[in-house]
């Protein structure tokens, strides 16, 4: 019987570094490669085998937990671990923590050598790669969880984080959290230009692009920062889009890909439309700050160069780190969150979407996209016509996955579901909201990234987090101070409110290298005034045909060349499919 290919597509090629650079790499690389073949046998050996390693019975059953981070994120899984093998029967966990921004390359090879964990980290982007094929080489839990649904209290876990981790029909990981976008903002520069508090707007459904861009040109100017002149910009604009231009897209009725995530749809009209507006601010109105990458590690925003920027949900503790002076004990300047403004009036009404029993579960919008409701606001024009405006964000989690590889599927299902249990859950939060001050750990509590993906978890999580009193709460003044003299600081409800009308990230095969070409185009949109928002659209389309053509031709069975990989979405025996 022949082998079966599990290598999958080939992935583009995108190497910038200089033939100098390349050869210098080369010889590095033989070195590292060398000690590496020297060394990880050993540790390995120590791990795993028994007789090396007394301590590990050989009787027992040892899963392997990998994921990414640093100390924290694993004194944070010891915690977990510990927890779990507190309960009795559960198997003896091993963990590996690889870094960061090798976790993706490492994992790979590990899966097409078949040396993957038991149970791992991974992001939905990542679930198409391992589980869209004939031979997926992540486990299907679909099952497990049918079996287990009520006892593990399976539909307490955010619904549209679950889909995140579907591929074809079929459920592969279950989401740790949940966690969106919004805006962060300067208070003090918005009280210094007379301006009302965005959060203010929100409520009354009038934050919206045309009242972004007449803060936008308030705050865009020479103002005093620190006691000197600076010239400040309105919005810094980041080229990264799930924390700036996805979401404007989506504000404007488009988007970067369709809901099967199977299809390119940046170059749709409404697409475009948002590609506009991000254009015009920096080109046209020039409030715009324009991103370079020269501009290294500063942060223009913290640096106060700019008053609002694109805000990523799980940045708040870096971003109290950041603003925080331990020399003042007081923060640098006063800022709070914001939801992102609704996109332009768009006429008449979106065609309603029910289920079998006749009940709204969205909107058709015209990029051919369903949205939620939360996601439509309906008003009138100023001639008294229907029309309505949309809300939109990015949305994403981190999940748990099995690896095919495994010898003891059980027990690692096992862990897989502590993992999301209410008890994981807790534990994180509490690791993620502890703040250090000059080396020593004090109670000052501050928000942590990891926003539970379990509902019942949420409000425990906003009351760790945010307690009365607060002590690093900073001083607002002016137009804000009223607003701001709430209790809890900053504003994270909101990046839980957001999931209602948040866009779940997922993922396609190719996705990866398009995601990266579309990253360099709209870069060059941010540099040079000649890269108009069409010929972003139109570059994009020219990649994702190539890349969906390489697919479709491929003899690697995938569901882009095999339609009888993908499961129908009324098969599902969750009914959660997307």
Not at 115 to 144: C, G, H, M, N, Q
Not at 487 to 512: C, E, K, T, V
Request: aromatic share 10%; charged share 25%; net charge neutral.
């Amino acid at each position: 019987m022949a082998e079966t290919d599990r290598s999958g597509p080939p992935l583009a090629s995108h190497d910038r570094r200089t033939p100098g650079e390349r050869v210098r790499l080369t010889v590095n690389s033989i070195f590292v490669v060398v000690l590496v073949a020297t060394i990880v046998p050993c540790v390995w050996l120590l791990l795993t085998d028994p007789q090396a390693n007394p301590a590990r019975a050989p009787d027992k059953v040892y899963l392997r937990y990998m994921f990414w981070g640093g100390p924290e994120q694993l004194d944070q899984a010891r915690q977990v671990v510990a927890a779990f093998k507190d309960q009795p029967g559960n198997a003896n966990i091993e963990v590996e923590l690889i870094g960061t921004n090798r976790f993706a390359t490492k994992l790979a090879a590990m899966m097409s050598s078949h040396e993957a964990p038991d149970v791992f980290l991974i992001a939905p982007v990542s679930i198409p790669k391992f589980a869209d094929r004939a031979d997926p080489l992540l486990v299907e839990i679909t099952d497990y969880v049918l079996r287990e649904r009520a006892d593990m209290d399976f539909d307490d876990i955010n619904a549209d984080a679950v889909k995140s981790f579907y591929c074809n029909g079929r459920l592969f990981g279950l989401p740790r959290d949940y966690k969106t976008t919004g805006m962060a903002y300067n208070a003090d520069m918005l009280a210094a230009a007379g301006l009302e508090d965005p959060n203010d707007l929100y409520d009354r459904n009038e934050w919206t692009w045309e009242k972004l861009l007449e803060y936008l040109q308030k705050l865009t100017g020479r103002q005093d920062v620190a006691g000197r002149g600076a010239f400040v910009f309105g919005l810094f604009q980041d080229n990264f889009s799930e924390g700036y231009w996805h979401n404007i897209l989506l504000q404007a009725g488009g988007g970067i890909w369709s809901d099967d995530n199977h299809e390119m749809i940046i170059d749709r009209p409404e697409s475009i439309r948002g590609l506009q507006f991000v254009y015009d601010l920096a080109w046209k109105h020039k409030v715009a700050k324009p991103w370079t990458p020269e501009r290294g590690t500063d942060d223009p925003w913290a640096a106060r160069q700019t008053a609002m920027m694109g805000f990523r949900g799980w940045h708040i503790s870096t971003y109290i780190r950041q603003t925080y002076s331990e020399k003042d004990q007081g923060y640098r300047f006063a800022w709070d969150v914001c939801p992102w403004p609704m996109g332009p009036q768009l006429p008449g009404r979106p065609d309603a979407v029910r289920d079998g029993a006749g009940r709204l579960i969205g909107y058709r919008i015209p990029s051919g996209r369903v949205v939620t409701p939360a996601t439509v606001h309906f008003e009138k024009s100023a001639d008294g016509t229907d029309c309505y405006r949309l809300r939109g964000c990015t949305a994403t989690g981190i999940g748990y996955a099995m690896s095919t590889d495994t010898r003891h599927r059980e027990e690692s299902w096992k862990l897989q579901r502590f993992l999301v249990s209410p008890l994981a859950q807790r534990i994180r939060a509490r690791f993620d909201v502890i703040y250090t001050i000059s080396g020593r750990r004090d109670s000052y509590v501050i928000p942590g990234p990891n926003m539970p993906s379990r509902g019942k978890e949420v409000q425990a999580y906003l009351d760790m987090a945010m307690p009365p009193g607060h002590p690093l709460r900073p001083t607002f003044t002016g137009s804000l101070a009223g607003r701001n003299a709430l209790p809890r600081w900053p504003n994270i409800r909101l990046f839980i409110d957001a999931r209602a009308y948040g866009r779940p990230a997922g993922g396609a095969l190719g996705q990866d290298t398009l995601d990266r070409e579309l990253s360099d185009s709209f870069q060059a949109m941010l540099l040079d005034p000649t890269c108009t928002p069409e010929k972003v659209a139109a570059d994009a389309r020219k990649a994702a045909d190539r890349v969906y053509r390489r697919l479709r031709e491929s003899p690697f069975r995938s569901s882009f060349n095999d339609p009888s990989l993908v499961r129908p979405r009324e098969q599902d025996p969750l009914g959660m499919a997307p």
